[in-house]
Every structure is written in structure tokens, then in C-alpha cells.
């Protein structure tokens, strides 16, 4: 019997995004519930014929979803918050989208469920919200339904489902209780499910607990045995407990001791825990090896698979291991093969899902001694050796000048207090400035004539002068309206990150390469395949035309190295935080441009730096170190009179508030107005020395905020911070707002600034 490939998952979202097309037509009316559900079942299908075809033996069930899969499993149990329940019995589906994005309609006005990243991916799932008085009751039968379907279509499919423990884990209560005392309220329904998939006759099930990778307490390893213990000693299908983004590290022992059927194991970021996972698993037990990336899009070295699938081979035998990829393919885009126009070399390179699924039959067929399998073999080498000699990706100007960098290149001239003397001479800014966060409205207008610019039908002359057009009336308007420190609007830029990597070396861009975020929306990543390196500046032609049409200071507005790299696909063949520097050196050089031109301040953004924090606690420092290391590379090399901003959003500082304030940027504004301020705490208590410009205009709104509120926070603010350390700015860009907001919201900003100004 020869090995079993399998996967743990696939993207749901469609290799031309589909099911985005079908989400948002149905949303707006424009088709109903049954012709949706049809576009789905369609996906679902396509998928398992496509992993089929690919060369996997089993692929999953359930691991589709119409929003996200920690929805369906709060939604499957029941745990249903009040607010939804009327909608959620009168209409199952509406009440279910209800809970993803919120309901507005005939009066009812029903918030969304909160929505967080899962694990370290740029995946978004919806937070089941809980309280100490939960009943679960199986709600529907999504996954017994998906096996169902699979199995008339000739397919035994493998059910997913979350895990009764990460489910609790990624739970929130709003009354404070812990979630993992519901428990043994949750384990009935479980039981129940998993006798009902072995009636059907699934032979196994598929148990997601990716908090097997994180730091546990006592209480949840106590849960992990309780659970486990529990759903064994019932009716149910074999089981397979999946764990990955990690190695299991300190919770190999407990994982491997849970009486299942089969362990999964990451593979690829835990790399050395094979030899410990072998240890460890009892006899008889399936090792599900995940060997291929299931986060990146770069072929896999499978020799060195090959290696680690054999030697596990050699310890549990052919018929318990199964080669996988290392999670759920959900992160990666669908199918290379639609990408006709990337560059030849580069396309050689990359897996998308279809590919990976290849990858494992490959590998499963070398495994198995296949002659045919050699030949594959052989191309993959290839590949990966014409990769690492790459003149194209290897640069030595690059490298020689990362080998240069010294302590000093990440050191401002003179400490915060002598820059701030500087500053203040040079700018003689008043009392609480005001400012913005870079982006201006981005209206139709604007993604029109971009797109228009795009596919050639506006001339790039006529773009630039619509652009500085536009860039112009921004200038006017924030003088108008009284703000002290300018920005030109940011008109020119599709995405923070997506501008910079088409202006940068080492980048490339796919044409499909979508994965999803949340629900409908996906993500374009570029992908980091080389050397980086600044061809020519980026943005100082905008800041300084911007700064020719006024008095006022003009900020130049950059996306920060590890922004850059956190919302991108990055090269494996080297460590990050090197990948991160060479973007720095790119952004040092942008950042001494602008200030030869004249910018006397830049703000360098870094919304995502906390996000790259690792799953263990462990692993911070080394991680936070190089993040902050490489935002001072781009940020060192001015004067002293030229102020550094950064800008930090989607963040809690309380773990991180040494990092922030080693990045030591002249001024850092940051997201508080929903919080209420509340995220200043971790700047007061740490006594933070630079400026800080708390958000006090909550941008993710259409609300206009008015003076008074505005004068309330700020007030909120300067009870724990002197005023001379204070800015006032909203919470992040403006670029999904309106104009009629915008002017709004910033006069009453103004306003409230010079209220605060008399006040001192
Ligand atoms: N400068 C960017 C903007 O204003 C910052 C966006 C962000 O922090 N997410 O759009
Ligand atoms: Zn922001």
C-alpha cells in the first residue's frame, strides 16, 4: 500500500473569484439564496475533481464556507448571539450574513460580529461571541450535508471542522466568564455531529486545533485531554487532530498522547520537530506530514521532502503516513496556470494550490519507487538550482551593501529631545498640530482615470496632470481648512504596499494571484522574488510638487519596511528580517531623496508590524528586534531637523510598547478613537518620550465626528500626556471616506485643536 496524499483545505473563493462575484450579487439583491448556494456547490465540486485530478487521494469537505469557517462553526452550534436570533430563525441564511457584516433593513440596525486575524495570516475569521450562559445545539448540518454531496459525486471526502478547543480559544465572552468552562455544554454536540458523519459512513474526520502551536495554559491542555478523552470514547469516525503555522514544541507530549486516530503536523515552519514527532507518537498512530508550504507560493525543494518523508516512512510505515501540505492551501492563490503574463523565470518557480497538490503525487509517487516520478524529480531540481543561481535574484550590490550596514546606519544623529529643539526651530509648529494620516478620498474619479491610465485609453501625460490636478485642490483644501501639516493626498497610489513594489526591484505582481481576507474581499500580494533595490525615487516628484503649491510643511508619506513585507509573499531562500533590511536600505535612500528635495518631514507607516509578532512568545524579541532595527535603517539617515512620523493602526501596545518606542520616530499616531483613548494607556504608563498623535476621528465610519467629542479626547489625552507631546489627526487615511465627511470632520478636528490651544 502506497502513502495517501491529502489535503487539509482549499481556497474557497474560485481561481476568478466566483464566489466574491456570487457573494456580492447576492448582497445587493441581484440574485437569490438558491442560485448563490448553486455557484457554490458548482466550486465545491470543481475543487475536489480539481485536487483529484492534481493527484490528491483524499481531499477535505466542509472546508468550504460562503464567509468563513469560525462562523459556520459558531453558526453550526448554535452560538448565536440575541441580537440575530429573530433574523437568524426567520431566514438561516440572512441571519448567518447578518453575523459576518451586520444587518441594516427594514429598522432593524444589527452590528457584525468583531473580526480578527487568524493566527498570523492575513486571513480574517468572525469571533464567536459567548457568554457564561450558552447552550450549543447542532443548528443545520453543513458538514454531514458537504460529505453528503461529495460522496454523490464519487468523492469520500474528509469533514473538517474546528476543534472544540481552538473553537473555545477563538472565542470571545462579553460577560467576562471563560469560554473554556463551556466545555462540557459543547462536547454533546460534537459527539453528536461526529456519530452522525460515522453513520454516513465517513471514515474520518478532520479536528482543526491550531492552538496546539501557541503558548497553552494549565486550563486548556487540561481541556485538550478532557475533550479529546470524551469524543474518543463515542460513536465517531477515525479522527485526525490537525496542528499547524508551528511546531507543536512544548505541547508535542500532550498532543501525541490525545487518543486519536492520526496527527498532523506543520512540517515546513517546524522543520526539526520531525525526529521529536516520531518520538512521540504511539504506535499505529497516522502521521499526516506536512511537507509543502501551504503559506507561500514558491515550488518546493523536494528532495529534501523526499528525505524527511522516508525517514518518516521508515519509522510508521506506508500505510500511516500521509503526505500534506503543512495547513490548509486557503492562504495561497488557486492556480498558476492562469497566470499567462509573469515573467517566464519566476512563473517556473511558483505553486500556487493546484500545483502544491501536484507536488505531494510527485512526491508520494517517488516515495513509492515510481520510475515516472524521476523525471518530476528531476525537473523540480531544476528549478530550484536555477533559482538559487539567479543572476536576477542575487544582486551583489545588494548584498554587499547589507554586509555594510553597521549599528550607526540605524542611529539618528542626535537623541529625541536635541531633534525636537531642531524641529520646533525649523517648523515652529503651535500646540497640538494638526495633521493627517497621508490618504485623501479616493473617489470614482480617481480608480477611474487610474484604470483608464491602465488600459491605455488616458495618456500617462494626461493622467499625471488629472493627478496633480487633484493634488492640488487637496493642497488647497487643507490650507483652507487650517491644518498645520500638509500631505499631498496620495492619488497616485492604487495600495500602500502594491505602489511601492511596482517601483521597486526584486518585486513582481500576478494577475490572479487573489487570497481571500475576509468573506468576499481578497488580496493581490505581490511577490518578493529578489533582491530589493531602489531603481529611481518613488514619490519625492509628488511631495515635491505638492510642496511647490504651499508655505506650509508638506509630509512625504512611505510604507514601512515591515509593512512591506508583511503583506506580501516573500522569498523563502533567505531569512525575513534580511529580505526586510534590503527594503529599508530602499526606503533610507527614498527618505534622504525627500529631504534633499526639500521635505522636511516624512512619515514612514507601519500599520502592520505588531500582525508579524510570532505565535510564541518566545520568538518576540528576535522578531522585534529586526522589525524595529530595519524601520530605523529607513529612518536614520536625515538631519536632526527633519521630523520622522510613523503610523501604527489595528494595534494593542501593551506588549509592544518597548518596540514602538525603540523605533524612536520623532512622532507616531495611532488609532484611539473607538477605543476611546484607551490604547494611550500603554504610552503613559511606559512614559514615552517622542510625540504621539492619538487617532480622534474614527475613519472606518461615515459619521462625522463634531468638535466637542473631538475636544473630549484630546482632553482624555492631555490628563496623562503634556501637550507639548501631543498631535491631532484622525485614526488612519481618509481614502475610503467622501469629501462632504472628510471637510466635515477635519474643520471640527481644526476646531478643536485651536480650543485645546486656548485652553493652555
Ligand atoms: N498613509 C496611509 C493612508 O493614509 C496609511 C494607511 C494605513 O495605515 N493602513 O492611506
Ligand atoms: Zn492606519
Not at 547 to 575: A, C, N, Y
Not at 694 to 717: Q, W
Amino acid at each position: 500500500m502506497s502513502t495517501t496524499t491529502t489535503t487539509l483545505g482549499f481556497p474557497r473563493i474560485g481561481a476568478k473569484r466566483e464566489l466574491k462575484r456570487a457573494l456580492e450579487a447576492h448582497w445587493r439583491g441581484e440574485i437569490d439564496a438558491a442560485s448563490l448556494q448553486a455557484t457554490a456547490r458548482d466550486l465545491r465540486r470543481r475543487h475536489w475533481t480539481l485536487q483529484r485530478d492534481a493527484g490528491a487521494d483524499v481531499a477535505p469537505c466542509n472546508d468550504f464556507s460562503l464567509y468563513d469557517h469560525v462562523l459556520d462553526t459558531a453558526f453550526l452550534f448554535d452560538a448565536i448571539p440575541q441580537r440575530y436570533r429573530q433574523l437568524a430563525d426567520a431566514d438561516p441564511l440572512a441571519g448567518y450574513f447578518a453575523m459576518a457584516r451586520g444587518h441594516q433593513r427594514d429598522g432593524l440596525d444589527l452590528r457584525a460580529l468583531e473580526m480578527t486575524k487568524w493566527f498570523d495570516t492575513n486571513y480574517h475569521y468572525l469571533v464567536p461571541e459567548l457568554d457564561a450562559g450558552q447552550q450549543f445545539r447542532l443548528r443545520g448540518d453543513k458538514p454531514l450535508a458537504e460529505y453528503l454531496e461529495a460522496k454523490a459525486l464519487d468523492f469520500d471526502a474528509r469533514p473538517v471542522l474546528l476543534g472544540p478547543v481552538s473553537f473555545l480559544r477563538l472565542a470571545k465572552t462579553t460577560d467576562g466568564s471563560d469560554a473554556l468552562a463551556l466545555l462540557d455544554r459543547l462536547l454533546p454536540v460534537y459527539t453528536e455531529l461526529l456519530g452522525r458523519l460515522a453513520d454516513a459512513g465517513a471514515a474520518w474526520v478532520q479536528l482543526d486545533e491550531p492552538v496546539l502551536v501557541q503558548d497553552l495554559d494549565d486550563a486548556t491542555r487540561a481541556a485538550f485531554q478532557h475533550a479529546y478523552a470524551t469524543l474518543a470514547a463515542r460513536k465517531r469516525p477515525k479522527l485526525l487532530l490537525a496542528t499547524y503555522f508551528g511546531a507543536l514544541g512544548d505541547n508535542l507530549p500532550l498532543a501525541a498522547s490525545l487518543p486519536v486516530d492520526g496527527l498532523h503536523v506543520d512540517l515546513v515552519r517546524g522543520l526539526d520537530q520531525l525526529d521529536a514527532v516520531l518520538n512521540a507518537l504511539p504506535d499505529g498512530r497516522v502521521l499526516s506530514a506536512g511537507l509543502i508550504d501551504g503559506r507561500n507560493i514558491w515550488r518546493s525543494n523536494l528532495d529534501n521532502a523526499l528525505v524527511l518523508a522516508r525517514h518518516a516512512r521508515d519509522r510508521v510505515g506506508n500505510d500511516k503516513l500521509w503526505l500534506a501540505p503543512s495547513c490548509s492551501l486557503l492562504h495561497v492563490p488557486v492556480d498558476l496556470d492562469h497566470e499567462k503574463s509573469l515573467d517566464a523565470e519566476l512563473h517556473s518557480w511558483l505553486s500556487f494550490a493546484k500545483q502544491k497538490v501536484g507536488e505531494l503525487r510527485l512526491l508520494a509517487d517517488a516515495l513509492a519507487g515510481k520510475p515516472d516520478a524521476e523525471a518530476g524529480l528531476a525537473d523540480a531540481r531544476a528549478r530550484i538550482v536555477l533559482r538559487k543561481q539567479s543572476a536576477r535574484v542575487h544582486r551583489a550590490e545588494v548584498a554587499a551593501r547589507l554586509d555594510a550596514l553597521t549599528a550607526s546606519d540605524a542611529q539618528r544623529i542626535s537623541a529625541f529631545p536635541a531633534r525636537r529643539d531642531a524641529q520646533q526651530a525649523r517648523f515652529k509648529l503651535p500646540l497640538f498640530p494638526t495633521t493627517t494620516i497621508g490618504s485623501f478620498p479616493q473617489t470614482l474619479d480617481v480608480r477611474e482615470a487610474r484604470a483608464a491610465n491602465k488600459s491605455g485609453k488616458l495618456s500617462d501625460t494626461d493622467y499625471e496632470a488629472f493627478l496633480e490636478a487633484e493634488t492640488a485642490k487637496c493642497v488647497r483644501f487643507q490650507e483652507e481648512i487650517g491644518i498645520d501639516v500638509l500631505v499631498h493626498g496620495e492619488f497616485e497610489r492604487n495600495d500602500m504596499v502594491e505602489y511601492f513594489g511596482e517601483l521597486l526591484d526584486g518585486f513582481a505582481f500576478t494577475k490572479n494571484g487573489w487570497v481571500q481576507s475576509y468573506g468576499s474581499r481578497c488580496v493581490k500580494p505581490p511577490v518578493i522574488w529578489g533582491d530589493v533595490s531602489r531603481p529611481a525615487p518613488m514619490t519625492v516628484r509628488w511631495s515635491q510638487y505638492a510642496q511647490s503649491l504651499t508655505k506650509l510643511p508638506m509630509k512625504g508619506m512611505l510604507t514601512g519596511p515591515v509593512t512591506i513585507l508583511q503583506w506580501s509573499f516573500v522569498r523563502d531562500d533567505q531569512e525575513r528580517s534580511r529580505t526586510c533590511r534590503q527594503i529599508a536600505l530602499a526606503l533610507r535612500d527614498e527618505v534622504r531623496d525627500l529631504e534633499a528635495a526639500g521635505i522636511g518631514i516624512v512619515q514612514i507607516d507601519e500599520p502592520a508590524l505588531r500582525e508579524g509578532l510570532p505565535l510564541r512568545r518566545a520568538d518576540w524579541k528576535h522578531y522585534l528586534d529586526w522589525a524595529v532595527e530595519s524601520f530605523r535603517i529607513s529612518a536614520s539617515a536625515v538631519r536632526d531637523d527633519t521630523q520622522i512620523h510613523t503610523h501604527m493602526c489595528y494595534s494593542e501596545f501593551n506588549d509592544i510598547i518597548e518596540a514602538v518606542a525603540a523605533m524612536d520616530a520623532d512622532v507616531i499616531s495611532i488609532e484611539t478613537s473607538r477605543s476611546r483613548m484607551e490604547l494611550l494607556d500603554a504610552f503613559v504608563q511606559f512614559r514615552y518620550p517622542n510625540e504621539i498623535g492619538p487617532g480622534v476621528y474614527d475613519i472606518h465610519s461615515p459619521r462625522v465626528p463634531n468638535k466637542r467629542e473631538m475636544v473630549e479626547l484630546l482632553e482624555k489625552a492631555t490628563a496623562v500626556l503634556a501637550p507639548q507631546q501631543l498631535w491631532v489627526n484622525p485614526d488612519c487615511g481618509l481614502k475610503t471616506r467622501g469629501w462632504p465627511e472628510t471637510r466635515a470632520a477635519l474643520t471640527a478636528l481644526v476646531e478643536a485643536a485651536r480650543e485645546m490651544r486656548a485652553k493652555v
